[in-house]
């Protein structure tokens, strides 16, 4: 085989002594002793690459070296299991042995993979290692109901998604089985991101938090719980408010993400007036924070139902579907009018079936002002719901300040909307 260039040497050294450093500075904190270290990674992952190196077709060499390793490992394994912690339990966990391995594997992966293979490997290994404290600590709080969810999540991009046709299975609509369920995958995934970082990541009593994320989860659903918690707790009813407008103000961001994943185009001109109600939507909500105060609150209310419910999930595959048909018929029928019409209808419930299904383009041939148009008038109509929420879960003036900058943001899209058919190509 060709000589390996000197930048994978170096590579191999650098990574090797830095996995040892890592290591090393671990046990040292933990007051524990254990073989491996900043002298003995990178000696073994220079006794992996050679022995590669002399034989890299059948690799007897390097068997015969990861043979050896093994052994002596497993010796000093069983010598672990004699001795106990301090809470009577074997003192033999497996990182010790997997870090020698792995040091020794190092030696025969930078010279055979691409350079990012053996970084990625060492950089993980390293965060697995170093975050030992954080990770027991995370799977202490983690209820077993979450580890299902996430199970489901796996079975429904990487099981489910690539076994759909992509081809249309009706005349009705040019939606296929495949399209229909990666749109239901984008906007769960957003959703279970923003699900996972409000209950685990998000600070204790960080109610701006709570409703920013919500906000990507669901503003409706946001809207709905801080107007019932601005209800039942005047003192609390201004910075709910915030919270509320907070959350109307991300939900623009998010569907341009989302139109982003299926079209670019539609996208790069809907960016300007989304971008622009984000903006008035965060000054709004930030205006309302400081007539609030700055006083720090309890958190919104409950954590958000799961996105990846699989009820949730097929109300929004058969919402997707039936919105996508409608679309079509009614664009053959009254033309981009009607679509608008459809937007406006559609927009008190949830838009993102319609929003997905203007960017996969059901309703085709529609212009990109066209769908624009109908993107923004459904976010319009949308938050004309949530404001009529607002009134009618907090009254009518405890939530005055929610409702009229929902109803402002409603009239702004309504008047960005208008200027695209005036405008549009």
């Known amino acids: 085989?060709?000589?390996?260039?000197?930048?994978?040497?170096?590579?191999?050294?650098?990574?090797?002594?830095?996995?040892?450093?890592?290591?090393?500075?671990?046990?040292?904190?933990?007051?524990?002793?254990?073989?491996?270290?900043?002298?003995?990674?990178?000696?073994?992952?220079?006794?992996?690459?050679?022995?590669?190196?002399?034989?890299?077709?059948?690799?007897?060499?390097?068997?015969?070296?990861?043979?050896?390793?093994?052994?002596w490992l497993l010796l000093y394994y069983r010598d672990r299991l004699s001795s106990v912690d301090a809470t009577g339990a074997p003192d033999a966990g497996l990182i010790v042995p997997l870090a020698n391995v792995l040091a020794y594997l190092l030696g025969p992966i930078l010279l055979a993979e691409p350079p990012w293979v053996g970084v990625g490997i060492t950089v993980a290994a390293v965060l697995l290692l170093t975050g030992r404290e954080r990770l027991h600590d995370f799977a202490r709080r983690l209820e077993l109901r979450e580890i299902v969810t996430a199970g489901e999540f796996l079975i429904l991009t990487g099981l489910?998604?690539?076994?759909?046709p992509d081809r249309p299975v009706t005349s009705l609509t040019s939606i296929t089985p495949y399209k229909a369920w990666l749109a239901l995958l984008a906007v769960c995934t957003i959703s279970y991101a923003s699900y996972l970082l409000q209950r685990y990541v998000a600070p204790k009593g960080g109610?701006?938090?709570?409703?920013?994320?919500?906000?990507?989860?669901?503003?409706t659903a946001t809207t709905v719980v801080l107007a019932r918690r601005a209800g039942a707790d005047p003192a609390a009813a201004s910075r709910a408010q915030a919270g509320i407008i907070l959350a109307t103000a991300l939900m623009y961001p998010r569907i341009l993400v989302v139109i982003g994943v299926f079209n670019?185009?539609?996208?790069?001109?809907?960016?300007?007036?989304?971008?622009?109600?984000?903006?008035?939507?965060?000054?709004?909500?930030?205006?309302?924070?400081?007539?609030?105060?700055?006083?720090?609150?309890?958190?919104?209310?409950?954590?958000?139902?799961?996105?990846?419910?699989?009820?949730?999930?097929?109300?929004?595959?058969?919402?997707?579907?039936?919105?996508?048909?409608?679309?079509?018929?009614?664009?053959?029928?009254?033309g981009e009018a009607g679509i608008d019409v459809l937007a406006a209808v559609v927009g008190v419930t949830d838009i993102d079936p319609f929003v997905l299904s203007i960017a996969?383009?059901?309703?085709?041939?529609?212009?990109?002002?066209?769908?624009?148009?109908?993107?923004?008038?459904?976010?319009?109509?949308?938050?004309?719901?949530?404001?009529?929420?607002?009134?009618?879960?907090?009254?009518?003036?405890?939530?005055?300040?929610?409702?009229?900058?929902?109803?402002?943001?409603?009239?702004?899209?309504?008047?960005?909307?208008?200027w695209l058919v005036l405008h549009g190509a």
């Not at 002793?33 to 690799?59: K, N, Q």
């Not at 105060?293 to 419910?309: I, K, T, V, Y």
């Not at 004309?384 to 402002?408: H, M, W």
Request: aromatic fraction near 10%; proline fraction near 6%; hydrophobic fraction near 60%.
């Open 1 to 71: 085989m060709p000589v390996p260039p000197v930048q994978n040497f170096a590579l191999l050294l650098g990574l090797s002594f830095f996995f040892g450093l890592a290591f090393e500075e671990f046990f040292r904190r933990s007051g524990e002793a254990r073989p491996g270290g900043v002298r003995t990674f990178p000696l073994l992952a220079m006794t992996g690459g050679a022995l590669y190196l002399l034989d890299s077709t059948r690799l007897l060499p390097m068997a015969a070296g990861l043979l050896v390793l093994g052994a």
């Open 160 to 164: 489910v998604l690539p076994l759909l």
């Open 207 to 219: 109610d701006l938090w709570v409703a920013a994320l919500g906000g990507l989860y669901s503003s």
């Open 264 to 334: 670019v185009n539609l996208a790069l001109g809907l960016a300007p007036p989304l971008l622009a109600l984000a903006v008035i939507g965060l000054a709004l909500a930030a205006w309302q924070y400081r007539r609030a105060g700055a006083s720090h609150g309890a958190a919104a209310a409950q954590p958000p139902r799961n996105p990846l419910e699989l009820n949730a999930a097929a109300l929004f595959a058969v919402l997707f579907v039936v919105i996508s048909v409608l679309s079509s018929w009614v664009k053959s029928r009254f």
């Open 360 to 418: 996969q383009g059901v309703a085709a041939p529609l212009s990109v002002a066209g769908a624009a148009t109908a993107v923004l008038i459904a976010a319009a109509s949308n938050n004309l719901l949530k404001a009529g929420y607002a009134a009618a879960f907090a009254g009518v003036r405890a939530s005055l300040p929610a409702a009229g900058a929902l109803v402002f943001l409603a009239l702004c899209g309504l008047g960005l909307a208008a």
